[in-house]
C-alpha cells in the first residue's frame, strides 16, 4: 500500500529571541496546512547579517528548545548550526530530506519581509521543486504576491497570523531599555535571558 507523504513544517529564522509570535504562527500554519510536524531550525549565520549582530547559535537554540515546552508536534533541530557557515535555506531543506527520507512533503516557514527577497537565496532557482514556501506576516504588513517574483508564486503562501505583532527587534530593546517582557516570550526564555545577561549591551 502506498505511504502518505510526511508533512514537515520547517520554521527558519535567526529567532533572536524567539518569543510567543513565532509559537503561535508556527501552531497556526500546522492547523490550517495539516502538518504532522513542526521543526524549528534556528539559522547559525543567515545569510545578509554581520557576525556579531546577533545572539551566539547555542543561546538562540537552547532558547527555541525551552520555548517549545510540551506541544508534541514541535521539535528543535541544530542544522544550520552544526553545519557551520552560513545558513542557505536549500541545504536545510536538502539536508533534512536526507534525515527523513524521500516521502517528505517541506512548507518552509518564515518572516514574509525574507519571503520577499526569496529570489535573491543561494540557489534560488532550485527551491520551487524542493519545498512550498509559507510567509508569515504581522497585522498592517501589506505583502500582495505582486511582491513575490513571479518565478516563486505557485509555491509560495501568504499568512496573516495576527500573534506577530511581538517582534524579536522590539524584545530586544525592551531589555536594553530594562523595560519588561512578561507575555512577550514564555516563562523559561524570560528566566534564561535574564540568567545569562542576553541583549543588555548597545
Ligand atoms: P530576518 O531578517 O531576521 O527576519 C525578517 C522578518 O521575518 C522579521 O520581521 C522577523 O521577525 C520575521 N521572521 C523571521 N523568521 C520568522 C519565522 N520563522 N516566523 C515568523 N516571522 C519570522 O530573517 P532571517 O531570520 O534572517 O531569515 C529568515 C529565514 O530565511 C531563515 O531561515 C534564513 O536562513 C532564511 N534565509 C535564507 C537565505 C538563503 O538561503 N540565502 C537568505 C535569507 C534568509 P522576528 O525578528 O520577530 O523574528
Known sequence: MKKDLFKLGIMG????????????AAEFVREEFKLDEILFVPSGEPPHKHKGEITSPEHRWT??????????????SSVEIDRGGESYTRDTILELKKIYGARLDCYFITGADAIAEISTWHKSENLPELAKF???SRPGYKLGMS???????????????????ISSTEIRERIRKG??????????????IHKNKLYQGV
Do not use: Q
Not at 13 to 20: D, M, Q, S, Y
Not at 147 to 165: G, H, Q, S
Open 134 to 136: 509559507i510567509a508569515v
Open 179 to 192: 523595560k519588561t517582557i512578561k507575555y512577550l516570550v514564555p516563562e523559561i526564555v524570560e528566566r534564561y
Open 147 to 165: 511582491k513575490i517574483d513571479p518565478r516563486f508564486r505557485r509555491c509560495t503562501y501568504l499568512i496573516e497570523v495576527p500573534a506577530l505583532a
Open 13 to 24: 529564522g535567526t529567532f533572536n529571541p524567539i518569543h510567543h509570535g513565532h509559537l503561535a
Open 63 to 76: 532558547m527555541s528548545l525551552l520555548a517549545i515546552g510540551s506541544n508534541e508536534c514541535f521539535s528543535v
